[in-house]
């Protein structure tokens, strides 16, 4: 039990026995009780000792996400001006393969652009509601932007910052998305597992130092809410940073 809590316990312990000091006596205060058999504590074994550490990773999977929007302007260096739906326009311009023709993967979003826009249904635009957030501790708010990437079942999550009057992107990541959340200087995606009874917990953190939101937890959870052992799930470079 932490400390606060031990001494919360102990004085409700002490008031109660104040209050029935004159009906009976509080017998075995202090006194030592034993806990039961605790388990051995097993330290870690390291496998395979001679094997030559790795130096550089296998695969790029651009992890490090950090690149001006081109054509987005911001207003009085003010993101809350920033207008989403531009914002998710210039992302198809600049990926055309991902939104143009017949058979491209997210070519329903595209198509449902004009529903965004005056006189469109809204219910059928992709782009979802923006929310403002510090992420970085700088005191100014970055953006945090849904849109689906229809026809699939993919919801695209992105993140915004300003640096020197430009719109900077600094995380991205699609996914099948069973709930988003911000939670001090992180954001937290959860999507549904393959494995009955499971969802997967990513969460991304503010790192100053590549100036981007870095994947910093990524794991199993029950979903009934209890922790499992961590399981990794690699992040796979977006259809939209293979075409560029």
């Not at 600049?94 to 469109?120: F, H, I, L, V, W």
């Amino acid at each position: 039990m932490p400390r606060s809590r031990r001494s919360r316990a102990a004085l409700a312990a002490v008031a109660a026995c104040g209050l029935l000091a004159t009906a009976t006596a509080c017998g075995d205060t202090g006194g030592l009780r034993g806990a039961g058999p605790t388990p051995t504590a097993i330290s870690p074994v390291r496998l395979w000792p001679s094997l030559t550490p790795a130096s550089s990773p296998a695969f790029d999977i651009d992890e490090v996400k950090h690149e001006a929007v081109k054509g987005v302007a911001v207003p009085g260096d003010d993101i809350r001006k920033v207008d989403p739906v531009a914002v998710v326009r210039a992302e198809i311009r600049a990926n055309p393969k991902d939104y143009s023709g017949s058979k491209a993967q997210y070519r329903e979003t595209a198509a449902r652009m004009d529903d965004c826009g005056a006189g469109g249904d809204r219910a059928r635009c992709p782009v979802l509601t923006p929310y403002y957030r510090d992420l970085t501790g700088d005191g100014h708010e970055e953006l945090t932007l849904g849109f689906r990437q229809l026809p699939g079942p993919l919801t695209a999550v992105r993140v915004y910052t300003v640096e020197k009057h430009r719109l900077v992107q600094v995380m991205s990541w699609e996914d099948a998305v069973s709930g988003v959340e911000l939670a001090g200087r992180s954001l937290i995606i959860r999507s549904p597992s393959d494995v009955a009874g499971y969802d997967y917990r990513l969460q991304w953190t503010w790192d100053p130092d590549q100036k981007t939101m870095l994947l910093t937890h990524d794991e199993m959870l029950r979903t009934g809410g209890s922790r499992a052992p961590v399981h990794p799930r690699r992040p796979a470079a977006s259809p939209s940073a293979e075409a560029q």
